[in-house]
């Protein structure tokens, strides 16, 4: 790669995490698609200099990207990344215009996701509270990973961030890092409360280790509870309530927005709960609502 692309790469890297505060994720995700788009450059005109990406290039690298049979969600992405850094590169002086004005690229679809019914969600709480009658600190753990799962929408890496202080019982409060290091608070009911203050007084001080440090949630060997610890434990949670989907974590979060909405929540409330940036990703549940409702519509009325 010349030293042209690797400057453009390189700022564009720093103004996504520095200046944009994407996540780390992010990041490498959108490097990694401009990456792609300059070495299409380089095969067809030679050069990966990025001043020299016009409409064209763009165009013919996604429509590449897509016979190859990629999803319409990854050609998307890819078409973001694309502006993204031509947006930037234009500002900056490395492009004299903008190509990427022009790009037209198909919208991801979005697929409603599955959710619990409320009384299914209640039931895996009840399962998940009979498994820690035992005892076991981990069982005491996962109820209270449940309970806040399902009880504040946050999602799994968020949860699994939290420190002992980032929670505050008398208030029902925690104090969430989200996407793009935006801090947030967020509050949860009296059953949440009630498990992980079981947890703090019989759970985690009977796993606690030198280098546990202030995580809020520990594994069995002391240290921060890692996300694929809490799938599997929602996996095998759900696995036992009668009719449930199989969900990952994110399904709870999807749960919560849902059955929130459906309670009369505002809309605006659940946007800020959750930590979205656009009311458009938030009103994705009020979709799902409409399908549930319709659902026992059809089912329960007699002119259905």
Do not use: N
Not at 80 to 102: E, K, M, N, Q
Not at 246 to 267: C, K, N, V, Y
């Amino acid at each position: 790669m010349s030293d042209a692309a690797d400057r453009a790469l390189s700022g564009f890297a720093r103004h996504l995490g520095l200046e944009r505060g994407r996540s780390a994720h992010t990041v490498r995700a959108y490097v990694t698609d401009v990456t792609g788009l300059l070495a299409h450059l380089a095969q067809e005109s030679g050069t990966d200099d990025p001043r020299e990406l016009t409409l064209r290039d763009l165009r013919s690298w996604l429509g590449g990207v897509a016979s190859r049979g990629a999803a319409r969600t990854t050609v998307a992405r890819k078409a973001a990344a694309a502006r993204t850094f031509c947006r930037w590169a234009h500002a900056t002086g490395i492009l004299a215009t903008d190509p990427s004005v022009r790009l037209a690229a198909p919208r991801a679809r979005r697929t409603l996701p599955d959710v619990l019914g409320a009384q299914q969600a209640t039931a895996a709480a009840d399962l998940a509270a009979i498994r820690a009658d035992d005892a076991d600190p981990v069982h005491i753990r996962d109820l209270a990973v449940l309970e806040l799962l399902y009880g504040t929408g946050m999602r799994v890496g968020e949860l699994t961030g939290l420190d002992v202080d980032d929670v505050d019982l008398r208030s029902c409060t925690a104090r969430v890092l989200g996407k793009g290091a935006k801090e947030r608070t967020v509050p949860f009911g009296v059953p949440a409360r009630r498990a992980v203050e079981d947890w703090l007084d019989r759970g985690r001080p009977r796993l606690v280790v030198e280098g546990s440090g202030p995580a809020l949630f520990l594994g069995r060997r002391g240290r921060r509870l890692d996300p694929r610890q809490v799938r599997t434990m929602v996996h095998e949670v759900l696995g036992e309530v009668d009719g449930a989907p199989d969900l990952a974590p994110h399904g709870l979060r999807h749960s919560a927005a849902t059955h929130l909405l459906e309670g009369g929540a505002d809309i605006r409330v659940v946007q800020e709960l959750l930590g979205h940036a656009s009311l458009a990703t938030t009103q994705l549940y009020t979709h799902v609502s409409i399908e549930r409702l319709k659902a026992s519509y059809a089912q329960a009325h007699p002119r259905a």
